[in-house]
């Protein structure tokens, strides 16, 4: 999975899939909300955060590419990942 990042350096970032599981770490940068879009455009999952670091159950979704966005204390920065 690959990150494009204007938001958060891309070294700052890091997430991994884990079980279903969606590990998010932000470095030094506090995430706000954390919201799961389908390609579709609907909203699936949205938690507010207000940490560094994020842990999101994704078990409910079907197999498919998603859209993580990131709201911050600097912005916004979307992710794209894939549930297999």
């Given amino acids: 999975m690959k990150l494009k990042s204007n938001l958060y350096l891309p ?3 890091s997430y991994v899939m884990n079980n279903n599981e969606l590990v998010i770490q932000s470095g030094n940068l506090k995430m706000d909300v954390v ?5 579709l455009g609907q909203k699936i999952i949205e938690i507010a955060i207000n940490e560094y670091a994020a842990t999101i159950n994704m078990d409910n979704l079907f197999n498919g590419i998603y859209l993580v966005v990131l ?3 600097r ?10």
Avoid: P, Y
């Fill in 11 to 13: 070294q700052a970032i």
């Fill in 35 to 39: 919201t799961v879009f389908n390609l």
């Fill in 71 to 73: 709201n911050g204390e």
């Fill in 75 to 84: 912005g916004r920065d979307v992710m794209k990942i894939s549930i297999q």
